[in-house]
């Protein structure tokens, strides 16, 4: 087919990175101490490890491949950036009548908000995946080097202390 388009983007990956490849080109596994990685992108996503540079390539240059290079590009950032340093979210715990207290248990992986509005059960929230929280009343901490599971365990915790009706 003459005339396809290739859309490429490479990036220097630090020699401390250890960078494997998938069967099928297009799943990532990126290594660094005792953190990693690893993301299954897109069938038309390509790898290719060429010494120190980590090549990005898909096939075609329409609308939507442009769409899903550039998403794969900043997963590919983040996951590098999140090898170098954690991802923080903040959480703030406001409470208008009632105290709220909010605690997490690392052995269970699950936060426990007690006394929310005035509820005589407690909500739990079990979280997945190597997070680190801290808990100092009214401030919540979630790390993670994955932004993506910081930004969904910080995302559901909002989500289980939502008031309705």
């Known amino acids: 087919m003459a ?8 990036i220097e990956i630090s020699p401390d990175i250890t960078v494997k490849i998938g069967d099928k080109k ?5 290594i660094k101490g005792n953190k990693e990685q690893k993301r ?4 038309n996503i390509i790898f290719e490890l060429d010494n120190n540079k980590l090549k990005v390539s898909i096939k075609g240059a329409k609308k939507d491949q442009r769409r899903i ?10 996951m590098l950036e999140g090898l170098g ?5 903040e959480l703030e715990v406001c409470n208008a009548h009632f105290p709220i207290n909010v605690s997490f248990d690392k052995t269970k992986s699950e936060f426990m908000i007690k006394n929310f509005l005035g509820e005589k059960f ?10 680190e929280v801290e ?7 979630i790390r993670a ?14 989500k289980v202390t939502k008031i309705r009706n």
Do not use: C, W
């Open 3 to 10: 005339g396809v388009k290739k859309l490429e983007y490479s």
């Open 26 to 30: 297009n799943a990532i596994k990126m």
């Open 40 to 43: 299954i992108f897109h069938d």
């Open 69 to 78: 290079f550039g998403s794969v590009k900043s997963h590919i950032r983040n």
């Open 85 to 89: 340093k954690d991802f923080e979210y």
């Open 122 to 131: 407690p909500r739990i929230l079990k979280t997945k995946g190597a997070i």
């Open 135 to 141: 808990v100092k009343m009214p401030v919540i901490k």
């Open 145 to 158: 080097h994955d932004i993506e599971l910081a930004g969904q365990v910080a995302a559901d915790l909002e």
